[in-house]
């Protein structure tokens, strides 16, 4: 059977066309508070921390 996985981006990265400057994607943040929330869909889910590219929030 086909399942969707997700992808988050790690906390805390950096962009090197903003050197000095830490960032992270609050849509990441947002689905890993409803999973910590929410253990039984943690369990039931296959996610991936990928490493961070592009901009995100300073």
């Not at 790690?10 to 508070?33: K, T, V």
Request: proline share 10%; net charge positive.
């Amino acid at each position: 059977m086909m399942r969707d996985r997700l992808f988050l981006l790690r906390p805390d990265f950096e962009d090197p066309a903003y050197p000095g400057q830490r960032f992270y994607c609050w849509h990441c943040a947002l689905m890993e508070g409803v999973l910590a929330s929410f253990p039984s869909l943690a369990a039931s889910s296959t996610s991936n921390a990928s490493p961070g590219r592009g901009r995100g929030k300073p």
